[in-house]
């Protein structure tokens, strides 16, 4: 267990809905990085807040946004949600921001969007 | 241009024999980090090991070592006397430093599936 708490575990909903995604980092850690895992794009960073700002982007949709609150728990919003939304969302945290900073995953919410 | 580059997309091997998993990787950064992780079929991440670019000897975590060539820019994992348990998705991951003061989030490569056969 990563100590990463991330829920729901599954998600199903329908194309054009909304849905957010929840992340309780590891105790102390300040950084939250969201990661989508689907088939064809593989793994990719999308968004990092540190200690609830938001400190790098990276290929995150115009339809998607996060933020971090005050109790360092984060959330991911996802909306006008397209097919090729479906996909593994992990969340991780780490410490501190480092380029050496191993960051621990939780289990990931996978959502299915029909 | 890809950033990790793993070409094995599978490996079969044979339990107690060692095993190396390719990786390299693309940066013009001096000073970069370069991460190992392992996503067995339940779908967690794990992290294994890490390198950075400025280490002067090879990470070593367990049964995991990391073969870092800095002039090839390559990082291979490699898996000492497997097991079973060690059949998962193993992913290849970079941070850049100077690019985003180390701020910036994993690149992540598209993977090896390995398979211990016992």
């Known amino acids: 267990d990563s100590g990463v708490t991330q829920t729901p575990k599954h998600l199903i909903t329908a194309t054009g809905q909304r849905v957010t995604l929840r992340c309780s980092p590891r105790?102390?850690?300040?950084?939250v990085y969201w990661y989508q895992q689907s088939l064809d794009q593989g793994l990719q960073f999308l968004i990092q807040y540190y200690n609830g700002e938001e400190r790098a982007k990276g290929n995150i949709l115009e339809r998607f946004s996060a933020q971090q609150f005050p109790d360092l728990h984060s959330e991911l919003n996802l909306s006008s949600l397209e097919l090729g939304d479906s996909a593994l969302y992990f969340c991780a945290s780490s410490v501190v921001m480092g380029m050496n900073t191993e960051a621990f995953f939780g289990q990931g919410t996978r959502l299915t969007v029909v | 241009a890809q950033k990790i580059t793993q070409t094995q997309p599978g490996m079969f091997v044979q339990e107690k024999e060692a095993v190396t998993l390719d990786c390299t990787y693309d940066t013009s950064d001096p000073s970069y980090g370069l991460f190992w992780y392992k996503q067995p079929s339940s779908g967690e991440m794990i992290f294994l090991i890490y390198?950075?670019?400025?280490?002067?000897q090879n990470a070593t975590e367990g049964r995991y070592s990391l073969n870092f060539q800095k002039a090839r820019k390559s990082a291979n994992l490699v898996i000492s006397a497997s097991q079973l348990g060690d059949s998962a998705m193993y992913f290849c991951a970079m941070r850049e430093g100077e690019s985003g003061g180390g701020a910036d989030g994993l690149t992540f490569g598209k993977g090896t599936h390995l398979i211990i056969q016992p």
């Open positions: 390198q950075g670019s400025y280490d002067q």
């Open positions: 105790s102390g850690d300040l950084s």
